[in-house]
Each structure stands twice: as structure tokens, then as C-alpha cells.
């Protein structure tokens, strides 16, 4: 397995405009999380799913975050608008089950500007 | 709510020095301590993951080792070489995510 694949690596983009971030866990894996990465506050948790159910997303910050989890092998994370604030490195992950090794992707980097 | 903490922040050693990086938690009542390299601009890439039945785990150069009671994970590098320069990163499952140290940034010296 090629591990967790993330699209695109680097986003730039105007306040205001959509951003859609991708995500392909590992595959058989059925947890999937979205994690926020800024030199602030380190790495938090966004939203995590269970075979494809969201589960917990209290972590989102605001209501222009959302996620989905259409079939198993992908997930999205949009921000609508976007707004400088949001410029961090998101990652996403997926383990088997919950609290064994978590695998992580490569990070998308976003820029808002 | 658990809080995990990693010391020191920044480390810099000269080529073949054997170091030791800190991770402490404040809930004892975990299931697994994991450890994380991350380079610059990368991801995070999995090192070792010790079961809190466990006391260590080593992985070449690499041994972490646990203690739940006191709360403390320590992972210590051998012979280390310029390619170990990364930000080492401890999480511990709290609740229904990983919750991270700050990291320690390590630079190993040629």
C-alpha cells in the first residue's frame, strides 16, 4: 500500500474562494482523521470518521469547515470561504481501529492570502 | 483532559552522540504511546508505538521505552547521524484522538 495519499501537497488561494482538501487512507483502515498543524497550537484533531461516519467533529472550528467521507477510500475537507487564519499544514491519517498506530499522510500545505 | 509535554524543545548534538528525548503525560491511563519523525515540510512518519503493557520497543538505532505509572516516555536514539535531524514528535491516544507533545526539534551536526 502506497499509504495515505494527499491532494494537492501546496494550495495558495484569495480569502474568500473554496478550498477542497483530499485524502486516500490506507486501504481496510476504517478510521480516518483530519488533523490541523500550525506553529500556534501544534497539532489538533478536526474531525474523525468510522467506516465512513463521522463520529466526533467537535474539533472543527467554524462552520465553514466541513468534511465527507463518501466510500471508504476518500475524504474531503472544505473551507468555504476561506480566510487567512486557516493558512496550516492539515493532515490526514487513518488507522485499522481506534488507538492502535496511526498512519499519516504527507500534509497539504494551505496559504491564504 | 490529557496533556503531553516533550523536553527539550530543541536539541543540537555533534555526529555520534547517543541522545535521549522526553515525552511526559498527565493521564497515566493510556493504551499505546506512539512516537512520530517529521522533517520539514513532510509528514508524520511513524517510529515506534509501545503498548501500555509494554516497557520498550526498539527499532535499530532507536529504543522508547515506557513507564505509565510516572508518566513518561523516553526515546533514545544511538550513534546518532545527520539524518536524524527532524522534529521528533510523542501522542498518546486521548479519548478518541492522538493528542501531541509540542515536539523536540533535534539537529545532529556533522
Known amino acids: 500500500d502506497a499509504g495515505v495519499i494527499q491532494s494537492p501537497r501546496h494550495e495558495v488561494t484569495e480569502m474568500g474562494q473554496e478550498v477542497t482538501l483530499r485524502c486516500k487512507p490506507i486501504s481496510g483502515h476504517d478510521y480516518l482523521f483530519w488533523y490541523r498543524q500550525t506553529m500556534m497550537r501544534g497539532l489538533e484533531l478536526l474531525i474523525y470518521f468510522n467506516n465512513n461516519v463521522p463520529i466526533d467533529d467537535s474539533g472543527m472550528p467554524e462552520d465553514r469547515f466541513s468534511a465527507k467521507m463518501p466510500n471508504a477510500s476518500f475524504s474531503t475537507l472544505k473551507i468555504q470561504p476561506s480566510e487567512p487564519r486557516d493558512s496550516a499544514v492539515y493532515f490526514c491519517a487513518s488507522s485499522l481501529i481506534l488507538n492502535t498506530e496511526a498512519f499519516f499522510g504527507q500534509g497539504t500545505r494551505l496559504t491564504v492570502v | 483532559k490529557q496533556e503531553v509535554t516533550q523536553i527539550p524543545a530543541a536539541l543540537s548534538v555533534p555526529e555520534g552522540e547517543n541522545l535521549v528525548l522526553n515525552c511526559s503525560f498527565t493521564?497515566?491511563?493510556?493504551?499505546?504511546l506512539q512516537w512520530f519523525r517529521q522533517d520539514p515540510g513532510k509528514g508524520l512518519t511513524s517510529l515506534l508505538l509501545i503498548q501500555s503493557s509494554q516497557r520498550e520497543q526498539t527499532s535499530g538505532r532507536l529504543n522508547a521505552s515506557l513507564d505509565k505509572s510516572s508518566g513518561r516516555s523516553t526515546l533514545y536514539i544511538a550513534a546518532s547521524q545527520p539524518g536524524d535531524s527532524a522534529t521528533y514528535l510523542c501522542?498518546?491516544?486521548?479519548?478518541?484522538?492522538?493528542?501531541f507533545g509540542g515536539g523536540t526539534r533535534l539537529m545532529v551536526k556533522p
Open positions: 501522542a498518546v491516544p486521548a479519548g478518541n484522538m492522538l493528542t
Open positions: 493521564d497515566s491511563a493510556i493504551y499505546n
